[in-house]
């Protein structure tokens, strides 16, 4: 069986196995492509401990970082754990090689004045403007990812209870309060905005370009940029970035870690602890600037 075969019946296996997202399986093929391409005439079965951290050695030298080394590896692993499983191999060529250490870097987050900008940098007279305040609102207000937000369709949000419904990674779902300022926002985008920029035409998604189409996820990230200028927002932003204020900003108001965690979906609570490191940054930098001793 040649190399993509082998990536394919990895990926398939997967994703009816974990309901892994299209990003983490492009992720997948992407590295896996490149490491058998690396490996010329030699199967990707037949690759050895060596035969790997020669690669790892000669993406470093190419100037990769250690995180995305870390993430080529973690492909691998998974790659290889697949198909000792199915029994094809039996030694697995990953398992003496160490992961590159990646410090725990924070996430870029907005104070509640930045995000008061943000929010209020769309101009609501016109109907486009109308659509991306309510997505901002939406997003602060929900945590979702960018994905999530631009994938929502109307059987996922109940007006009447102000929940929206999301299936996550892992086809794990949650339930999300959306809180009254956002809700208001989405049933007056709904009633108005959206109808116009929808006329005669059809279509599932909640939000919708001036086509009527869905929006992508691509396309949502630079109307957050646009507005950010706008705001006068100098921050390097990411398209996460309201999700990452949304966490940190419940912590610093007294919300308990683990609620936190559902309202993310975060399977490992470790993951989520990382917002109470930007919670203690930001409460040193208060101390350093208000305290007479700071």
């Known amino acids: 069986m040649n190399a993509q075969a082998l990536i394919d019946q990895f990926l398939d296996a997967v ?25 010329g005439d030699k199967p990707l079965l037949e ?40 029994n094809s191999i039996s030694i697995d060529p990953t398992a003496l090689v160490e992961s590159p250490y990646i410090g725990r870097s924070l996430p870029v987050s907005l104070s509640e004045q930045d995000v008061e900008l943000l929010l209020n940098a769309p101009e609501v007279t016109n109907t486009l403007g109308f659509r991306d305040k309510t997505m901002l609102e939406m997003l602060y207000a929900t945590g979702l990812r960018v994905s999530e937000l631009v994938g929502l369709k109307f ?16 086809n794990k779902e949650r339930l999300i309060p959306v809180g009254e300022v956002a809700m208001g926002w989405l049933e007056a985008y709904v009633g108005q905005a959206r109808q116009t920029l929808m006329g005669e035409r059809q279509c599932d998604f909640l939000f919708v370009t001036k086509r009527g189409d869905g929006m992508t996820r691509q396309a949502f990230w630079h109307i957050i940029k646009r507005h950010a200028y706008t705001a006068g927002i100098s921050k390097e932003l990411s398209p996460h970035t309201l999700r990452h ?50």
């Open 15 to 39: 994703w009816v196995e974990q309901g892994l997202s299209k990003n983490t399986l492009s992720a997948y093929s992407s590295d896996l492509r490149i490491y058998a391409k690396w490996l």
């Open 47 to 86: 690759a050895d401990n060596g035969d790997l951290s020669r690669f790892l050695a000669s993406r470093y030298q190419a100037g990769i970082g250690n995180r995305t080394s870390a993430r080529i590896l973690s492909s691998l692993r998974r790659f290889y754990a697949y198909f000792i499983r199915e």
């Open 155 to 170: 059987g996922q949000v109940s007006f009447r209870q102000g929940v929206v419904r999301i299936v996550g990674k892992g």
């Open 245 to 294: 204020a949304f966490a940190t900003h419940l912590l610093n108001h007294g919300a308990d870690l683990r609620v936190v965690q559902l309202l993310l979906g975060h399977a490992d609570l470790s993951t989520t602890q990382i917002y109470t490191h930007i919670a203690r940054e930001r409460l040193k930098e208060l101390h350093s600037k208000f305290h007479p001793r700071g």
